[in-house]
Protein backbone atom coordinates (compact mmCIF):
# COMPACT_ATOMS: atom_id res chain seq x y z
CA UNK A 1 0.00 0.00 0.00
CA UNK A 2 1.09 3.28 -1.24
CA UNK A 3 0.43 7.20 -1.18
CA UNK A 4 1.10 10.51 -0.11
CA UNK A 5 1.11 10.91 4.12
CA UNK A 6 -2.82 10.72 5.06
CA UNK A 7 -4.18 8.73 2.58
CA UNK A 8 -5.43 5.74 4.80
CA UNK A 9 -2.79 3.13 4.35
CA UNK A 10 -1.86 2.82 7.97
CA UNK A 11 -6.08 3.08 8.68
CA UNK A 12 -6.24 0.43 7.05
CA UNK A 13 -3.78 -1.82 8.10
CA UNK A 14 -5.07 -1.15 11.76
CA UNK A 15 -8.54 -2.50 10.82
CA UNK A 16 -6.98 -5.73 9.86
CA UNK A 17 -6.06 -6.82 13.82
CA UNK A 18 -9.34 -4.78 14.91
CA UNK A 19 -7.82 -2.01 16.52
CA UNK A 20 -10.62 -0.69 15.63
CA UNK A 21 -13.53 -2.09 13.25
CA UNK A 22 -15.24 -1.12 10.27
CA UNK A 23 -17.97 0.99 9.92
CA UNK A 24 -19.37 -0.65 6.46
CA UNK A 25 -18.61 -3.41 4.41
CA UNK A 26 -16.23 -6.41 5.95
CA UNK A 27 -12.46 -7.63 6.35
CA UNK A 28 -12.34 -11.54 5.83
CA UNK A 29 -9.47 -13.75 6.64
CA UNK A 30 -9.52 -16.60 4.47
CA UNK A 31 -13.12 -16.02 4.14
CA UNK A 32 -14.17 -15.60 7.02
CA UNK A 33 -15.45 -11.78 8.54
CA UNK A 34 -12.50 -11.08 10.93
CA UNK A 35 -15.59 -9.92 13.74
CA UNK A 36 -16.53 -13.57 13.62
CA UNK A 37 -13.13 -14.72 14.20
CA UNK A 38 -11.85 -15.25 18.35
CA UNK A 39 -10.07 -11.68 19.00
CA UNK A 40 -6.74 -13.17 20.37
CA UNK A 41 -6.64 -15.98 18.10
CA UNK A 42 -6.51 -13.40 15.24
CA UNK A 43 -4.19 -11.50 16.61
CA UNK A 44 -1.99 -14.43 17.32
CA UNK A 45 -1.67 -14.80 13.64
CA UNK A 46 -0.86 -11.35 12.56
CA UNK A 47 2.77 -10.06 13.39
CA UNK A 48 3.11 -6.24 13.08
CA UNK A 49 6.69 -3.87 12.49
CA UNK A 50 5.57 -0.03 12.65
CA UNK A 51 7.39 2.94 12.14
CA UNK A 52 7.06 3.58 15.82
CA UNK A 53 9.41 -0.07 17.80
CA UNK A 54 7.67 -1.22 20.93
CA UNK A 55 10.52 -2.24 23.52
CA UNK A 56 10.78 -2.43 27.04
CA UNK A 57 13.09 -1.53 29.38
CA UNK A 58 14.76 -5.24 29.34
CA UNK A 59 17.38 -7.14 27.41
CA UNK A 60 17.49 -8.00 23.85
CA UNK A 61 16.54 -11.08 24.55
CA UNK A 62 13.99 -10.66 26.74
CA UNK A 63 12.30 -8.07 24.21
CA UNK A 64 12.77 -10.70 21.51
CA UNK A 65 11.18 -13.68 23.81
CA UNK A 66 8.25 -11.84 24.32
CA UNK A 67 6.91 -13.17 20.59
CA UNK A 68 8.00 -16.91 21.51
CA UNK A 69 9.18 -17.29 24.86
CA UNK A 70 10.57 -21.20 24.73
CA UNK A 71 12.76 -19.78 22.00
CA UNK A 72 16.23 -21.15 22.27
CA UNK A 73 19.53 -18.80 21.53
CA UNK A 74 19.81 -20.29 18.51
CA UNK A 75 16.68 -19.37 17.20
CA UNK A 76 16.95 -15.97 18.24
CA UNK A 77 20.10 -15.47 16.88
CA UNK A 78 18.72 -16.90 12.90
CA UNK A 79 16.01 -13.89 13.23
CA UNK A 80 18.96 -11.36 14.47
CA UNK A 81 20.78 -12.57 11.77
CA UNK A 82 18.41 -12.15 8.95
CA UNK A 83 17.59 -8.89 10.52
CA UNK A 84 20.80 -7.71 9.95
CA UNK A 85 21.31 -7.05 13.76
CA UNK A 86 23.12 -10.20 15.02
CA UNK A 87 26.50 -8.19 14.63
CA UNK A 88 25.61 -5.26 16.63
CA UNK A 89 24.09 -7.95 19.54
CA UNK A 90 27.38 -9.64 19.50
CA UNK A 91 29.70 -6.70 19.50
CA UNK A 92 28.03 -5.88 22.96
CA UNK A 93 29.87 -6.90 26.21
CA UNK A 94 26.59 -8.38 27.33
CA UNK A 95 24.95 -10.23 23.87
CA UNK A 96 21.80 -10.79 24.03
CA UNK A 97 21.19 -9.75 27.79
CA UNK A 98 22.46 -6.21 27.11
CA UNK A 99 19.61 -3.74 28.18
CA UNK A 100 17.98 -1.89 25.65
CA UNK A 101 16.77 0.66 28.07
CA UNK A 102 13.14 2.45 28.27
CA UNK A 103 11.62 2.15 24.94
CA UNK A 104 14.88 1.22 23.89
CA UNK A 105 16.35 4.23 24.59
CA UNK A 106 20.08 3.13 24.25
CA UNK A 107 19.47 2.30 20.63
CA UNK A 108 19.92 4.09 17.60
CA UNK A 109 16.61 4.22 15.86
CA UNK A 110 17.61 1.98 13.15
CA UNK A 111 19.00 -0.87 16.05
CA UNK A 112 15.30 -0.73 17.17
CA UNK A 113 13.94 -1.33 14.12
CA UNK A 114 15.82 -3.94 13.44
CA UNK A 115 15.22 -5.73 16.74
CA UNK A 116 11.29 -5.05 16.01
CA UNK A 117 11.30 -6.87 12.72
CA UNK A 118 13.53 -9.42 14.16
CA UNK A 119 10.92 -9.75 17.10
CA UNK A 120 7.75 -10.32 14.23
CA UNK A 121 10.58 -12.97 12.49
CA UNK A 122 10.30 -14.86 15.57
CA UNK A 123 6.52 -14.86 15.39
CA UNK A 124 6.47 -16.06 12.29
CA UNK A 125 2.93 -15.41 11.79
CA UNK A 126 0.33 -16.33 8.97
CA UNK A 127 0.35 -12.98 8.46
CA UNK A 128 2.96 -9.71 8.51
CA UNK A 129 2.01 -6.23 8.15
CA UNK A 130 5.20 -4.17 7.68
CA UNK A 131 3.71 -0.62 8.52
CA UNK A 132 7.07 1.68 6.92
CA UNK A 133 9.02 -0.82 8.69
CA UNK A 134 12.13 0.20 7.17
CA UNK A 135 11.64 3.80 7.47
CA UNK A 136 14.84 4.51 10.04
CA UNK A 137 17.13 2.46 8.48
CA UNK A 138 20.24 2.93 6.12
CA UNK A 139 20.44 1.81 2.83
CA UNK A 140 22.49 -1.15 3.55
CA UNK A 141 20.59 -2.52 6.61
CA UNK A 142 17.16 -2.15 4.38
CA UNK A 143 18.72 -4.01 1.43
CA UNK A 144 19.55 -6.99 4.25
CA UNK A 145 15.75 -6.33 5.56
CA UNK A 146 14.35 -6.66 1.90
CA UNK A 147 16.04 -9.48 1.65
CA UNK A 148 14.09 -11.33 4.57
CA UNK A 149 11.27 -9.83 3.25
CA UNK A 150 11.30 -11.33 -0.03
CA UNK A 151 12.21 -14.77 1.73
CA UNK A 152 9.17 -14.49 4.02
CA UNK A 153 7.02 -13.49 0.90
CA UNK A 154 7.74 -17.11 -0.89
CA UNK A 155 5.13 -18.56 2.14
CA UNK A 156 3.52 -15.66 4.28
CA UNK A 157 0.67 -13.03 3.31
CA UNK A 158 2.99 -9.65 3.56
CA UNK A 159 1.10 -6.18 3.71
CA UNK A 160 3.52 -3.74 3.43
CA UNK A 161 2.54 0.14 4.15
CA UNK A 162 5.40 1.53 1.76
CA UNK A 163 6.97 5.60 2.05
CA UNK A 164 10.50 4.11 0.42
CA UNK A 165 9.07 2.28 -2.86
CA UNK A 166 12.15 0.50 -3.68
CA UNK A 167 10.95 -1.99 -0.90
CA UNK A 168 7.55 -2.64 -2.95
CA UNK A 169 9.54 -3.47 -6.30
CA UNK A 170 8.82 -7.56 -6.22
CA UNK A 171 5.19 -6.93 -4.69
CA UNK A 172 2.49 -9.30 -6.10
CA UNK A 173 -0.40 -6.10 -6.24
CA UNK A 174 -0.11 -2.77 -5.40
CA UNK A 175 -2.79 -0.34 -3.99
CA UNK A 176 -2.53 3.03 -4.60
CA UNK A 177 -4.19 5.67 -1.51
CA UNK A 178 -5.17 9.17 -2.12
CA UNK A 179 -7.71 10.82 0.15
CA UNK A 180 -9.09 7.93 1.97
CA UNK A 181 -9.46 5.93 -1.15
CA UNK A 182 -7.75 3.54 -3.95
CA UNK A 183 -6.94 5.18 -6.90
CA UNK A 184 -4.61 2.52 -8.89
CA UNK A 185 -3.66 -1.00 -8.60
CA UNK A 186 -1.18 -3.17 -10.55
CA UNK A 187 2.00 -4.81 -10.81
CA UNK A 188 4.77 -2.07 -9.71
CA UNK A 189 5.62 -1.98 -13.48
CA UNK A 190 2.16 -1.99 -15.11
CA UNK A 191 1.81 1.39 -12.37
CA UNK A 192 5.52 3.12 -13.19
CA UNK A 193 4.20 2.82 -17.06
CA UNK A 194 0.98 4.77 -16.24
CA UNK A 195 2.65 8.63 -17.53
CA UNK A 196 0.18 10.85 -16.02
CA UNK A 197 -1.02 8.20 -13.00
CA UNK A 198 -0.41 8.85 -9.07
CA UNK A 199 2.55 6.00 -8.82
CA UNK A 200 4.43 7.43 -11.29
CA UNK A 201 4.09 10.97 -9.55
CA UNK A 202 5.29 9.09 -6.11
CA UNK A 203 8.27 7.17 -8.16
CA UNK A 204 9.81 10.58 -9.71
CA UNK A 205 9.19 12.81 -6.43
Known amino acids: MVGPSGSGKSTIANLIPRLYDV??????????????????????????????TYLFNGTIRENLLYAKPDATDEE????????????????????????????????????????????????????????????????????????????LMTNHTVIIVAHRLSTIKNVDRILVFDKGKIVEEGSYQELADKENGMFAKLLNN
Open 76 to 151: LLEVCQKANIVDFIMNQEKGLDTIVGNRGLKLSGGEKQRLSIARVLLKDPALLIFDEATSALDNISERHIQQAMEE
Open 23 to 52: CKGKITFDGVDIRDIDLKWLRNQIGIVSQE
